[in-house]
């Protein structure tokens, strides 16, 4: 006997924490779109990000002025790794850009962690996780917050990329470099403008991700669950990073609930990656990925 | 003037030669003699291991231009093949588990690589994090894999090979030095045959290389499959000669990328570089925990230092990435090339190494 009931309530928990992953995906695509490079640092951005707002917090400053602090420092963040890292590697090989994110990934952490230390921290944002009931349907409370705030991000930054003038320039750089360069758009401020709009989304979701998972080390390895969402989305698609990371968090949790038992529990870790690369080995753009006959 | 045979002599014993004589005679005549057991036990195992693992993953990333986060991966697949091997197969000489574990991870080095024939850059090289999770995975669900230890725990037996043991430092220290002596030999006859020029053409350019007839799909495969090989016994190595005794979680992400770490500051495509590489990554962190207790007093603690180590060598990496690209070894090159030609002033004939 099949319950349907409890089916559609792993579905919508996956779809949910899904929000979450493509919460991070964005982040990737940003750098992605307008640099080519795939940003590894992302996750101890995110980490970074939440540990400062939570140790400030922690010291008595108040909500919002923390959450403007730390993106003051996301910001100043942003334009130093255009400044430090991302300009003398102009013209280098997409990989050795990948390589410097790692490198970079490991300075982040490490900052994060001898600045505010390397202890748990709880983070309380003030929304009660209490489960609510629709048509007999448990959805989480917070889940459902964050959701609406991811959704929130991605209509923000739709905007902001067909309507401003900084996103026709984001959009000018992501299609060719070249041509920006040539037409008078100065790459480096572009390059400094997309990290910082990456750190912010890193802070958004270093806060939810934070306060479900509690603000440690392990915040950082979040790279690790939105990677195959990138892989089944295509790196380049915000769109994709949305679909993807829903189909992946609707199927991880399907077949850890469906398959998992069958095979010991435990499967969440890789079930993504297997099923991201099953998906890529028929389509190897991604969802909606820029179909090239090459991508490198 | 020289006569023909004692240049031909002269020829063949090149600077680079002399070189790995003196090393070769060093790592086998002083240093078992004259090394301590935290030197052997602590340093140079772990690091005759590691730069075996730098070795396979600089096969296939360097030379082959496939970029693979997975490698800790093929150790584990090593080190537990390794030991079931041993443990099912009572008359088995360990030597022949040893190459049998190799050949286990290189099957699974090249299921693993199959995204590469659809896949490049990026895409391929988060698809080869499937493989670090699925065995890690795998390693810890299934008990079989461990002799239903309840946590994945191993313990390697003492190493002994045709009746002679190995089991002391210095004998666990001659035993990783000899397989890595091989194997690396083995492995540079590799790269200057035709395989590993098809090797080459397939990272400079995969269009190209089809054009004039590398067959794209056995390369690729095979430099997977040789690849995970060396990993996977210098995996052998490392659980049977360093640790003795290993756990799934000690083959985590972290360890991956300290071996392509290993690569990249060594330099890509350099198999002096991938030993260069691994004798820093090894030696560097104890360096630094020295000089930060020396310097720094008990300020020091252990978190502080670990938090530190991070943020040298992730800087060491963006700054090596800027400043040389082709890793330390370029560097060591350049100061040789410049003593060399300060002691041995160049001839009518450059000197080609």
């Known amino acids: 006997m099949f319950d349907y009931q409890f089916f559609i309530e792993v579905l919508v928990g996956g779809l949910l924490s899904g929000v979450m992953y493509s919460l991070v995906a964005i982040g990737f695509v940003l750098i992605y779109k307008t640099s080519g490079v795939l940003n590894f640092a992302q996750g101890a ?102 959701a609406a705030i991811a959704g929130t991000l991605v209509t923000a930054f739709a905007l902001f ?100 038992p069958l095979l010991g529990g435990g499967i969440e870790a890789w079930a993504a990656y297997v099923v991201a690369l099953a998906f890529l080995l028929l389509r190897p753009s991604g969802l909606f990925g820029q179909k090239l006959v090459e991508r490198v | ?88 197969l009572p008359g088995l000489p360990f030597l022949a588990s040893l190459v049998a574990a190799g050949f286990v991870a290189a099957a699974v080095g090249i299921v693993f690589g199959l995204p590469s024939l659809r896949l490049r850059g990026f895409y391929l090289a988060v698809s080869t994090l499937a493989a670090q999770f699925f065995v890690q995975w795998a390693l810890t669900k299934f ?33 990783s030095l000899t397989v890595v002596v091989v194997a690396t030999l083995l492995g540079t006859r590799l790269l200057r045959s035709q395989v590993g020029r098809n090797f080459m053409a397939l990272r400079d350019h995969e269009v190209a290389a089809k054009v004039i007839g590398v067959p794209l799909l056995r390369t690729k495969l095979l430099a997977f499959g040789v690849s995970s090989f060396l990993i996977g016994v210098a995996g052998v190595l490392w659980a049977f000669a360093y640790l003795r005794t290993v756990e799934p979680a000690g083959f985590n992400l972290d360890r991956s990328f300290q071996i392509l770490f290993m690569i990249i ?47 040298v060598i992730g800087a060491l990496i963006i700054g090596l990435l800027i400043a040389e690209p082709c890793g330390l070894i370029a560097l060591v090159d350049r100061v040789a090339d410049k003593i060399r030609r300060r002691v041995f002033p160049p001839q009518s004939r450059p000197i080609h190494n």
Request: net charge neutral; aromatic share 12%; no cysteine.
């Open chain 1, 45 to 146: 951005m995110l980490l970074f990000a939440a540990l400062t707002f939570v140790s400030l917090v922690e010291r008595g400053v108040p909500f919002w002025l923390g959450a403007g602090v730390t993106l003051v420092i996301m910001v100043a963040l942003g334009v130093a790794v255009e400044r430090v890292v991302l300009r003398p590697l102009v013209n280098q090989s997409p990989m050795a850009l990948f390589m410097a994110t790692l490198g970079l990934s490991y300075v982040i952490e490490g900052a994060a962690q001898l600045l505010w230390g390397t202890q748990v921290h709880g983070l309380d944002l003030g929304i009660k996780d209490i489960p609510f009931e629709v048509g007999g349907v448990l959805i989480s409370q917070f889940d459902l917050f964050a």
């Open chain 2, 1 to 88: 003037m020289t006569t023909p045979i004692r240049s031909a002599a002269v020829r063949w014993f090149t600077p680079n030669r002399f070189g790995l004589a003196v090393l070769l005679i060093t790592a086998y005549a002083v240093i078992p003699f004259a090394g301590s057991d935290y030197l052997l036990d602590a340093v140079l195992t772990p690091f005759l291991a590691l730069a075996l693992a730098a070795l396979g993953l600089n096969l296939l990333t360097g030379y082959a231009g496939q970029v693979s986060l997975g490698s800790a991966a093929y150790l584990a697949v090593g080190a537990y093949a390794a030991y079931n091997f041993n443990l099912r």
């Open chain 1, 161 to 260: 990329f067909r309507y401003t003038r900084t996103g026709l320039a984001f959009r000018a750089v992501a299609d060719d470099q070249f041509a920006a360069l040539a037409v008078g758009l100065r790459l480096s401020r572009v390059w400094a403008a997309v990290w910082t709009a990456a750190g912010v989304v890193a802070l958004v979701a270093g806060l939810l991700w934070g306060a479900r998972l509690g603000v440690q080390f392990s915040l950082s390895l979040v790279v690790l669950k939105a990677l195959p969402v990138l892989v089944l989305g295509g790196f380049d698609s915000v769109a994709g990073a949305i679909v993807g990371g829903l189909l992946i968090g609707a199927i991880e949790k399907l077949a850890e609930v469906y398959v998992g």
């Open chain 2, 265 to 311: 500051i060594g330099g890509l495509a350099s198999i002096r570089g991938a030993f260069l590489g691994a004798a820093f990554i090894v030696v560097f962190p104890l360096l630094l925990s020295r000089f930060g207790a020396a310097l720094l007093g008990n300020v020091f603690d252990s978190g502080v230092l670990e938090m530190s180590q991070r943020i």
């Open chain 2, 143 to 175: 008990g079989w894999f461990s002799n239903n230890n309840p946590s994945g725990v191993i313990d390697a037996p003492p190493l002994a090979v045709a009746g002679l043991s190995f089991s002391g430092a210095v004998g666990r220290y001659v035993f």
